[in-house]
């Protein structure tokens, strides 16, 4: 039982994660938490002081440390299936699923967090939106390979409960 949640940022991967990695008896882990512990910074000073390409190559490496785990939950970073291949090797090891959220609902969760979120601390309202979409663009392909997609104003704590049973 491992499963991957990916989406983009706010939407409700570590919210999810957590509720139902509780109410199943999983453990729950947040891959940039991952990142971070291993490297000594967060992730806005790996992108700052090392710059995206050696963020990514941190995340496939926090990545792959999960082939030998089991019974777990694991909230993907929002680029994390676009790199690397790393969808593909998600749906070879483990359960994925993509919470899908609206554009309107994104903007208007990451407007309430951007303080909190240093990729988009600094945007106004257009940029944001404009970010969200272009962002949303490219990677809709990977996110689309997972083998659940739900649509996130449909997602309750039963959501979970019903993948595990499709699934087992």
């Given amino acids: 039982m491992k499963f991957f949640l990916l989406g983009f940022m706010g939407a409700g991967k570590s919210h999810w994660g957590r509720i139902w990695s509780h109410q199943h008896e999983l453990d729950f882990f947040d891959l940039d938490h991952v990142i971070e512990k291993e490297a000594g910074k967060t992730i806005a000073q790996i992108f700052d002081e090392m710059g995206e390409s050696i963020f990514r190559e ?4 926090a990545l792959h440390q999960f082939e030998g785990r089991d019974h777990f939950i694991l909230s993907c970073g929002g680029g994390t299936p676009c790199f690397f291949n790393n969808m593909s090797w998600m749906n070879s090891n483990g359960i994925t699923i993509y919470l899908k959220t609206p554009i309107e609902v994104l903007k208007e ?4 967090e951007q303080m909190h979120r240093p990729l988009i601390s600094s945007f106004n309202e257009e940029q944001l939106d404009l970010y969200i979409r272009r962002k949303l663009e ?3 392909n990977y ?4 083998a659940f997609i ?11 409960t019903e993948i595990v049973n499709r699934y087992v």
């Fill in 58 to 61: 941190l995340e496939k490496h």
């Fill in 109 to 112: 969760r990451l407007r309430r």
């Fill in 138 to 140: 490219e990677r809709e």
């Fill in 143 to 146: 996110y689309n390979k997972s």
């Fill in 150 to 160: 739900v649509e996130s104003d449909l997602v309750s704590p039963n959501t979970f």
